[in-house]
């Protein structure tokens, strides 16, 4: 770290992101543009690597960057009177989605457990028993309605 900053691979190695990251979250506008140093030097105060370790962190909760902006946004502007888009409702309507995404992966792995209990080993030979445990019938009646609503 210098006097006045950290510069962009300091930066980079602290947060545990690289160097176009940092050019991308500043365009972005998650990350605000560095001062420079007298010598073209990108000089980031010492509270982006929080800041970056927050975007990080978030993301990998699940939030996108834009959600992540907002999140950000509703941060630095606390009394807005907006309850409805902070940090704890954007997270129940999260977890709502991680867990439907889990209640879908759990399908998706019974159904592979069943298809290889049940020895499927062709697609197309299983496709056509009434044995398969693949849903092949459901997801064509499913297309089928979709198709004609």
Do not use: W
Not at 23 to 49: I, K, N
Not at 73 to 100: N, W
């Amino acid at each position: 770290m210098t006097g006045s900053g950290l510069r962009s691979g300091q930066l980079a190695d602290a947060a545990g992101v690289n160097q176009q990251t940092l050019r991308y979250y500043e365009r972005r506008g998650l990350l605000d543009s560095p001062q420079r140093s007298p010598g073209g030097h990108r000089l980031y105060p010492a509270e982006s690597v929080t800041l970056l370790r927050v975007i990080k962190t978030a993301q990998r909760l699940g939030f996108t960057l834009n959600e992540v902006a907002d999140l950000l946004d509703f941060g630095r502007h606390q009394h807005s009177g907006r309850p409805d888009t902070g940090l704890q409702a954007r997270a129940r309507e999260k977890l709502i989605e991680v867990e439907q995404k889990l209640s879908d992966l759990t399908v998706i792995r019974d159904t592979l457990r069943a298809a290889i209990s049940a020895g499927c080993d062709d697609l197309v030979a299983c496709a056509g028993s009434s044995c398969c445990p693949l849903p092949f019938a459901e997801l064509v009646e499913r297309t089928d309605r979709a198709d004609t609503c």
